[in-house]
């Protein structure tokens, strides 16, 4: 039953990326709702900005030993959630990321187990995880192993669900939970000022936010930006940071396109610059789920993406946005332009703010949480 509260421990990367958000938010939204959270991690998570009773936050610290080349986080991780397991007496481990988080989790649970404490272990796959890291030989008997040992597994998509069988022999069901959004946080604020500052003749304003890592293919969005401004006066915002960037700064130089391309660089209220957006690029190689799409369409900003991965299960092509095949740059010019004509774009924005509604974390989290009890008694079931 959900009123039972529980005391649950998080383990997670404690960065912008995705699965951290999603991780943080889960966590904190948990808190909110009287259960006793334990964030176990080896730095400060980005989004845990509040106080609150019931939230804790475990840091792991790794002892430098000259010879330690690696630094073994995993050990000293797992070392922690034994801790934390026993003398918080928690009731569940949910661990996002398969690396290491699983296998630690594991090695915790095995330890666990010879002091008498049986503790479930979930484990939550985020999509590279699995489709760019998991899958490579160094990793994946690790991953696989811990995947199957996991008590309850879930992933962000049906593509995620799918792409995890296909590439692993996994032997437990993996139950797919969505990310989802606080629709509190994220909606359109007026920030007038700020458009009439990025945009002074009311051109269009397209945004893109990633990690700049070449799966998100930011030249796409620089190159799709291109076209478009040649068809109708517009503006390109860029949010994050990462290995691209300074390629990407180079291509608009070379495009001649600088005066109308501004690189903001990490921010933490993207949802300012959501606020102030006409369409959202998600070109993406690959995306479990893209979060990032949500977030602007909580905002009302319809989004142009590829169909890679769980994207389609978000973003509904001709009514929230379009999708179109990685790499079609055409396409998805033909297709912004269709969004950002003024008798269509106040439906798509409409459209995608409804949309977003599917993905309320008021409807999401309860969704972990009845998955939590139910491995949690499974596991008190079999130990009689
Ligand atoms: O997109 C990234 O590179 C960050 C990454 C992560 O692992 O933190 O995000 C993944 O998890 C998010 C939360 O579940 C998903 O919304 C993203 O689609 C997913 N990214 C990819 O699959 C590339």
Redesign the pocket.
Known sequence: PQHKTMKIGIVC?P?F??????ATELGKELALKGHQVHFITYSQPARLDFFNENVSYHEVYIPNYPLFQYPPYELALASKMVDIARFEKLDVLHVH?AIPHASAAYMAKQILRTKGIYIPVIT?L????I??VGKDASFEPVVTFSINQSDGVTA?SES?RTETYEFFQIEKDIEVIP?FIDLKKFKRQKKEHFRAAISPNNEKLLVHT??F?G??RVEDVIRIFAKVREKMPSKLLLVGDGPERPKMEKLCRDLKICNDVRFLGKLEAVEEVLSIADLFLMP?E???????A?EAMACEVPVISTNA???PELNVHGVTGFVSEVGDVDDMVKNALHILDDANLPTFKANALARAHHFDIDKIVPLYEQFYQRIIDAQLAEAG
């Open positions: 990367y960065t990326g995705g699965s951290g958000v999603v990321y939550t985020h999509g590279t995880d489709t760019l962000v995620l990310n990633s990690n890592r799966v998100k993406s690959k995306e479990s789920f893209g979060l990032a949500l991965g769980g994207i």
